[in-house]
């Protein structure tokens, strides 16, 4: 099974997709199995991190900043390759693991689309694989 959803994204920022990803899981019936979360674009992440404190998704962004900021010696036309190494680092997809119908993520784990060059409408792709 697939399901797409679509986020309407700000410049730079983390959205909470947990929710989304563990519908798309209780409609698909899914017993035991993988389920593996894709995002489509080369300036977007998707990444498993805390969901408890709001401060984690924006002293993630932070540190993002400071270890990949906007140098004039990049030579990319867009201007935006700070936003492609974070992509890169943080990476375009998460694999989950499914046990009786449920994601087994931790107590403080969510899952994160991440916006490194909006705001854009993007996309992101669930996939749920039964064993």
């Known amino acids: 099974m697939l399901v797409t959803y679509n986020v309407q994204t700000k410049s730079e920022f983390m959205h909470d997709i947990t929710q989304q990803v563990k519908e798309a899981v209780a409609r698909s019936n899914v017993q035991e199995g993988i389920c593996i979360v894709f995002c489509p674009h080369t300036t977007a992440a998707i990444t498993i991190n805390e969901n408890a404190d709001p401060d984690v998704a924006t002293d993630f962004l932070t540190g993002l900043n400071k270890a990949f900021p906007d140098r004039t010696e990049f030579r990319h036309a867009e201007g935006n390759l700070a936003a492609h ?37 993007r996309s992101f792709h669930v996939k749920l694989v039964t064993d």
């Open 85 to 121: 190494l974070k992509s890169s680092c943080v990476g375009v997809s998460e694999t989950l693991l499914i046990s009786r119908e449920r994601l087994l993520l931790g107590t403080w784990q969510g899952i994160y689309f991440c916006e490194f060059d909006g705001p854009r409408q």
